[in-house]
């Protein structure tokens, strides 16, 4: 099972911009797609966007399209969160997951990153 560990989060103001980083601890060529999704307080966890691991299709959620860019470097076995225009109901724990083959579920969720936006 592939091990995910986010890093990139922090403080921003609104209006600022933050890169999210999701490193797979192996080898990636086995994994269909690698998702990132997000927890606020107090609210189920959502998903945010996602990437097909070999052919690069992403899909994104409506709240975060035109503002947010998901990207892969396979030769890194990482995946990228670029986040712009970001507000403050942006803030979350944000999670990246893997889906082994298609219509699997996520998994192999990783631990978190925080990313606070301030107004």
């Known amino acids: 099972q592939v091990q995910l560990v986010e890093s990139g989060g922090g403080l921003v103001q609104a209006g600022g911009s933050l890169r999210l980083s999701c490193a797979a601890s192996r080898r990636t060529f086995t994994i269909y797609a690698m998702g990132w999704f997000r927890q606020a307080p107090g609210k189920e966890r959502e998903f945010v966007a996602s990437i097909n691991w070999s052919g690069g299709s992403t899909a994104y959620a409506d709240s975060v399209k035109g503002r947010f860019t998901c990207s892969r470097d396979t030769g890194k076995n990482t995946m990228y969160l670029q986040m712009n225009s970001l507000k403050p109901e942006d803030t979350a724990v944000y999670y990246c997951?893997?889906?082994?083959?298609?219509?699997?579920?996520?998994?192999?969720w990783g631990q978190g990153t925080q990313g606070t936006v301030s107004s």
């Open positions: 997951a893997a889906r082994p083959v298609l219509n699997a579920a996520f998994g192999s």
